[in-house]
């Protein structure tokens, strides 16, 4: 069993509506992060947060925006999107620096589709 | 910047073969090094890694990797592959101490009876 958990597992939405993609875990990790996946490509980098600041956005269009509340916690709030947008999206979490053994721990994905 | 190349897109094996993935990168830093597998409708669950030391690494599932430096490889390989093995397999590089993981463009493996 995965220790990140995501919700929902699968989200169909319109161009118009608002919803959020959250994340959980208990490992203690200081990291997290959003990828997004394509069909028969790797996962690509989103965001990512480190103590709860975000540290890094890979360029990520506005109608995408992540938050961090606490340390076990991770949302993406979406608004706006467009079909192209549609598929799997996928949080992750680490150590960070220090006691960092580079390993990611990824959770089971909220596939999203936009009409 | 460190890049990652899996010289197979797709794998077709037998069950009960033996199965062999490529993986080669580049970095001017040291690096860890990981394979990940995805499963159909799954996300990405860590087969086995390599951190420094011994340059055979086993993992779960079976599986095994080497490192290899002088040739900056680190392939993947499993003695005899199930039904079950049929997946997406990521190879992945990340900078030591912190850093983005980056990802190889996938290799699909297909086990057929």
């Known amino acids: 069993d995965t220790e990140v958990t995501q919700t929902p597992k699968h989200l169909v939405m319109g161009m118009t509506n608002k919803k959020s993609l959250k994340c959980e875990q208990h490992?203690?990790?200081?990291?997290m992060y959003w990828y997004k996946q394509k069909a028969k490509k790797p996962p690509e980098l989103m965001f990512v947060?480190?103590?709860?600041?975000?540290?890094i956005n890979e360029s990520v269009p506005s109608r995408f925006s992540p938050e961090c509340p606490n340390s076990s916690l991770l949302n993406l709030h979406l608004h706006a999107l467009q079909p192209e947008d549609s598929a799997l999206y996928l949080c992750?979490?680490?150590?960070?620096?220090?006691?960092?053994?580079?390993?990611?721990?990824f959770g089971e994905g909220s596939r999203l589709t936009v009409l | 910047a460190q890049s990652v190349t899996q010289l197979d897109s797709q794998v077709p094996v037998f069950e009960e073969a033996p199965v062999e993935l490529r993986c080669n990168y580049s970095?001017?830093?040291?690096?860890?090094l990981f394979w990940y597998v995805q499963y159909p409708n799954q996300g990405l669950q860590l087969l086995l890694k390599?951190?420094?030391?011994?340059?055979l690494v086993k993992g779960i599932n079976g599986f095994e990797a080497e490192f290899n430096k002088s040739q900056t490889s680190f392939h993947l390989r499993k003695p005899s592959v199930h039904i079950s093995d049929t997946a997406e397999y990521f190879c992945?590089?990340?900078?030591?101490?912190?850093?983005?993981?980056?990802f190889g463009a996938g290799t699909q493996v297909v086990v057929t009876p």
């Open positions: 490992m203690g990790h200081r990291a």
């Open positions: 390599y951190l420094s030391g011994s340059t």
């Open positions: 970095s001017s830093v040291s690096v860890y």
């Open positions: 992945a590089v990340r900078r030591r101490g912190w850093g983005k993981l980056q």
């Open positions: 947060y480190s103590y709860e600041k975000l540290s």
């Open positions: 992750a979490s680490s150590q960070v620096r220090g006691g960092n053994t580079g390993e990611l721990f």
